[in-house]
Every structure is written in C-alpha cells, then in structure tokens.
C-alpha cells in the first residue's frame, strides 16, 4: 500500500471510494445512494469554484479566526528536558475546537444545495455546538443528534448548542454514545433526505464524508506550514507531529500539508484513547490491531466481536469514544505513513496536571491524550527535534469530569 | 433449470389473483424457541419469510425492528443461531421461501463465501442485504445466483429511472421497493396511490420481475396496496411482540393472530 506523491490524500480512492483499496467506500442503504452521489458532484464542483473558496476563506479568517497561533511551549520543554515542545492552540477558534472547519463548510454546502435543515453527530459535544453555531450563522434548522451519557458528560457543550438554537435529540440505544449518534443521525437522513443536509462529525462514514470533512479541517496545517517557515526559516530536519485520534478529523487536518515530506523527516504520531487502565475496554482500534470491519458506511479498522458487533468502547475522553477510525488513518497506517500509539485515562489526565502546570494553555481531555505521548517522548530525544502537539480543543467543556477526577 | 422456492411463491399468489404476503422477523425475538415457533405458525398464511440476521448498529432500521434487535442481542442470539433457527424450518417447511436479511458487516466476517456456505446447509433461500447497494453488490449477487440463492435487490423513491433499470436487469426473482424515504416502520407519508404510481413505473420497466413495497406496510395500509406483487410487514409484528411483552401475554399466539388478520385483508 503506498501513498501517491501528487495527489492529496482525500483523493487517492479507488472508483468504488476504496483508499488502499480496502478503507472507505459506500456502504449505504439504497434511499442514501441518491443523496451521497448529489453531495459528491456538488461538492466536487465547489472545491474547485473559485468564489466558493473565497467565501471559505472568508469565514475561516474572519469568523472562525484564521490562523490560530503556534507556540513553544518554554515550561514544559524545559521540565522535561530532550525535544522542543511546541503547539498549535486550534482551540482558539471561534468555539473552541477545530470542528469548527467542518460544520462552517457543511452549512456553506448546504445553502447551495438550497438545504433548510441541517442534522449532524456529536461525541464530546463540540461537534454538536460548532454545527448550532455554524447553523445559525448561516440560518439553517439544526438538530444534533447526541448519546445520552455524553449529554450528562459534557453538560457546558449541550449548554452552548440550546443556546445557539438547535435541537438535542437524546439517543438511548446502544451504548449511548457516538457510536449510536452517529447511526441515529443516519437513520434521520434516511428518512429526511430530501430536505435536509447531514454534517457527519468527523472523517468517517460515507466516502463523501471523509472527503468534506478531511478537506475542512486541513485548514489547520496550512496554517502550520506558513507558521513552521516563519518561525524556523525553513522546515526543521526532525519534526514530530502529534495529535489525538478518534474519528480522526484534528489529526488529518493537521497532517494533511506534510503527507509528501519523508516521514523521517516529519513523523505523524496518532494518539488513540486507550481507556482506564485497569479497564480492557478502550477506543483505539489502530494501537490493538482491531481487524476490519464495516461502520456507517465505511470499512475501517474497528473494535467489535468476532462475528461483526460493534463493541463497546470506554474513554475519559468521549470524543475519542469511537470504536472506529477514519479510513483515511487506516490507509496512513498500513502505507506507515503514519504511526499510531495509545494514552491511558489516567496518563491523559496527568498529562493534563503538567501542561497546566507549566503553561497558560487548557487542552481538553482529547488533546490531552497527544499531550501524554509528547510528555513520554520528549525527554529521549535531542533539542533539536520538534514536537508540535495540536490542541484541538479547550478543557472548558471538560470541567465537571476534571472537578471530579482531580478536584479541580 | 429448476425453479425457485421463491419464483413459484409468486407464480401460486397470481394464479390466485392475489398479492403474495411477506413476514419479516428478527431472529431470536423475543426468544430463539418463539421466533422458531412465529415461523413455523405463520407459515400456513405467509408466502414468503423474511427473518433478520443480528446487527447492533443498523443505520436503516426504524425503533420497533432495533428494539426487537436489541432484545434478541441481549438474549445472546448469534449468527450461528440464526442459521439453526433457518434449518429447523426448513426442515419442517421445506417448499416455504426464507430469505435471510441483514447489515454486510455480519458477512463480511462470516466470510462471503463461508456465509453462503452456511446460508446453502440451512436452505435458506434469498438474501436482502440493507447496506450493499447496486453496483457494490454485483460480484456478491453473482456469487450467490451460483449457489442458487436470491439476491433481494432494493429500489427506493430516490432511485432514478436509469439506475432503476440497470438494476432491474441485475435482479433475480424479487425487488423490493422501499415505498418512502424513511428508516422501517415509519408512518406511512405518502399516499398509497402515489407508492402505487410508482411501484407501476418500475413494473413497466419488466413485467416479468416480482417487485414487493414494504416500510409503513400495517394492518391499517396493507389493503390499500394490494395490487403490488407482493407487501412486506415487518415492524408491525416487531411492535406486536414488544406488546405482548409489555401486556404479558404470549407472542406468538398474538403475532399469529396479527397475520391472520393481515392475510384476510389482502384476499
């Protein structure tokens, strides 16, 4: 399996939608084939209309707050000796995280398909609160679709989306969590096709999917690249690129300008949930060889039983409470493009005490995962090699989780 | 060449003037026993058994088939059981038509080949797979016309009429229309004279095709649409034994009592 030089990632799909062959594709029920081919000729014809990339740029600059800064990360470096720690704070933009790319270019498809509904998935919530905001920027109806233990765990998002005018639809199959939004938001599709566009939440699901998605959030290493320059005069001999994986959309969006650099160069290190650590449940399907499988419409490495049940997943962190992955990272991963590790609960919430400790910079519970590898790697390797860790989202939604775990 | 279990069902209903009836249950609801026994009363008044293989993530079910899913998963029925509760009614109901449906998932980790494999010892005799679409379905639908079993390929209202007929030309001997954008089991929102309109439109694309309408398909509808080919009730009798239950009363007998009524509505 071998990654194509002149092509972006998003694109490198077989006819069916197959990446390397084997990850993605369509596998949808048939009221969904008509809907998925009008989303793919709308949006192949839009990345490529000049006015609708200046009305993204537009937004991103001025709403969203394009570019979100990079910085070294003095403290922590110096505390833990070895490797310069450096970060990119995408959680100041607008919102809070970089689902933000994501839902604005979903709402931007969605009024020119003349769409006056929008629907979309949420884990930890942010998700959810981006596509409300977006929405109501862009005056669209917006349900979001939300596992009922997530809503009682990430309370101050739900707060956000209400306010923001959307409808939480509370689903109660299942293990109440994304896995089961997800499917539930799909469900909704099926039957409201016609009048309602579908944001899925992260590079999964339906090719198409993967495709916007990835596409949206890549927005955050093309900011890196310019930074990166500016700040080095050139791009650094070693550099690390770290970044938590659930679904898989800050880390593909934080790579996605670097794919063609020598990955000895400029390695990717994907960080999975890999749960309490006393719990042999966890969320990361790349770090424990889970086989392939089929989930809302794609096939990707997966958590699930030997005969095809998607198996219950278990983080700290919900938005990593996925027990698929994008095929997108199935591909970085089996072309080794990438490389891919697991943090525990507890390593990610230590990981949270130090960098706070050290630095004026509140991760969430998710980057804090990439925070744990960073903090594991930095101390054997030389001053010269460049960590850069994503912050892709704020800890403000993670308070009453942090209150009860650390006391803080 | 022999005709099918599934082809005769249909040539016996238009002999006889009439649309075919078509059950669909979830294997192992509420437990493996009663779905057996559903299956083996029903048969007498049903002319074609649809019966679900399990899966915990279906992306096009509507509430009453999950929570008959559900309740079968907690029950700790599996594909192996599946495949035993097919054989034992085949046993007793050798000429009666199974079709077994599901998500590919369950498939793709039985193995294809194994599947069918497994599919062929129980005699089961069609296949509906919800999430494999025409044109990923070919080689799959090829794989099975050679081992003689029915792939159940679906037509929706989003369909067009191109697509349509490239996948009529890849059917076998039956095509479900799914009558209206919807997960199963919805209220039925649009007007049978408009399903109906649209099932003649696919007709006349091939007669000779046996094209069924489920979803929305209840006692109440079910006699609106009776000059379709055939109609598949399903969540109705998913939602009949979750009632049961909840009133403690047995299942099967109100399920049976369910068909039979279903029956003397489309005759």
Known sequence: MKIKKDIPLIDQHDKNGFWGGKFGGNFIPETLKKPVEDLTVLFEKLRRDKKFIKERDYYFKNWVGSPTSFVKLENLTKSLGGAQIWTKIVSEANGGAHKIYNATVHCLIAKRAGKKYIVGDTGAGYAGKMLSMAAKKFGLKCKIFMGAKDIKRQKPNCDAMKKNGAEIVPVYTGSQTLVDAVSECMRYWVSNCDTTHMCVGSTVGPNIFVKICGWSTSQISRELFIQIKKEFGSIPKKIKLLNCVGGGSSSFGFWNEFMHYNKKQIEFVGVEAGGPKQSKKHAAPLTYGSKIGILHGASQYVIMSPEGQIEETESISAGLDYPGVSPLHCFLKDAKRARYTAATDEEALSAYMLVTKFENLNPSLEPSHAFAEAIKLAPKLSKDTVIIVNSCGDAHKDKDILKQRLGI | ?267
């Not at chain 2, 069609?126 to 379905?137: K, S, T, Y």
């Not at chain 2, 080919?229 to 009632?243: Q, T, W, Y």
């Open chain 2, 1 to 267: 060449m022999t005709i099918s279990p599934i082809s005769l069902a249909f040539k016996k209903t238009k002999r006889e003037k009439r649309t075919a009836l078509i059950s669909f249950t979830v294997a192992g609801d509420n437990t493996k026993k009663n779905s057996l026994k559903i299956l083996n009363s029903i048969a007498k008044y049903v002319d074609i058994l649809e019966l679900s293989f399990l899966h915990n993530c279906p992306i096009a079910d509507g509430g009453q088939i999950q929570n008959s899913t559900y309740r079968s998963l907690k029950n700790g029925t599996t594909l192996k059981d599946t495949f035993q509760i097919a054989k034992r009614f085949k046993k007793n109901n050798p000429k009666k038509p199974l079709i077994l449906m599901g998500y590919y998932n369950l498939i793709y980790q039985n193995g294809e080949n194994n599947f069918l494999k497994n599919c062929k010892l129980s005699k089961v005799d069609g296949l509906i797979v919800v999430d494999l679409p025409w044109p990923e379905n070919k080689k799959f639908a090829q794989k099975c016309k050679k081992k003689s079993i029915s792939f159940v390929q679906l037509l929706s209202p989003t369909t067009s009429k191109e697509r349509m007929k490239k996948i009529i030309k890849d059917s076998h001997d039956m095509i479900y229309y799914i009558s209206m954008l919807s997960t199963t089991g919805g209220k039925l929102k649009v007007s049978s004279k408009k399903i109906l309109e649209k099932y003649l439109s696919i007709k006349k694309i091939n007669r000779s095709k046996n094209v069924v309408i489920g979803f929305g398909i209840t006692e109440k509808t079910i006699s609106s649409l009776k000059k379709a080919d055939g109609l598949v009730v399903g969540s109705a009798l998913c939602k009949k034994i979750s009632e049961s239950l909840k009133k403690r009363q047995n299942p099967v007998t109100n399920v049976v009592k369910m068909v039979t009524r279903l029956k003397n509505k489309i005759l």
